[in-house]
Nanobody, 126 residues
Framework: QVQLVESGGGLVQAGGSLRLSCAAS????????MGWFRQAPGKEREFVAA????????DYAVSVKGRFTISRDNAKNAVYLQMNSLKPEDTAAYYC???????????????????WGQGTQVTVSS
């Protein structure tokens, strides 16, 4: 399995931006489709975004579409989540996730992910 470590969380005012990073190790990173999830206190973990192995296919939750952008750098074994126009309701622990991919175009569904990071906290103040 691949090991995942998130970073970049913090406290930001509403309307601000943050960029989350996820560093991967342990396996060939470029063979993995990647995703971001989040979990707010008292709520279920929810899907945020996903990106295929090759980076050409992406998917977003309706609640973040147009504000968040997922990207990856296979040479650096990293995936990123650029978050703009942040809202208080974006406050959550954000988790990086991975699943082995058989093609460069494979885009996993939210329940397909097999490896998870420890999470990084994002707090958006109003």
């Amino acid at each position: 399995q691949v090991q995942l470590v998130e970073s970049g969380g913090g406290l930001v005012q509403a309307g601000g931006s943050l960029r989350l990073s996820c560093a991967a190790s342990g396996r060939t990173f470029s063979n993995y489709a990647m995703g971001w999830f989040r979990q707010a206190p008292g709520k279920e973990r929810e899907f945020v975004a996903a990106i295929s192995w090759g980076g050409s296919n992406k998917d977003y939750a309706v609640s973040v579409k147009g504000r968040f952008t997922i990207s990856r750098d296979n040479a650096k074994n990293a995936v990123y989540l650029q978050m703009n126009s942040l809202k208080p309701e974006d406050t959550a622990a954000y988790y990086c996730a991975a699943v082995a991919a058989s093609t460069i175009w494979y885009l996993p569904g939210p329940s397909d992910f097999a490896s998870w990071g420890q999470g990084t906290q994002v707090t958006v103040s109003s």
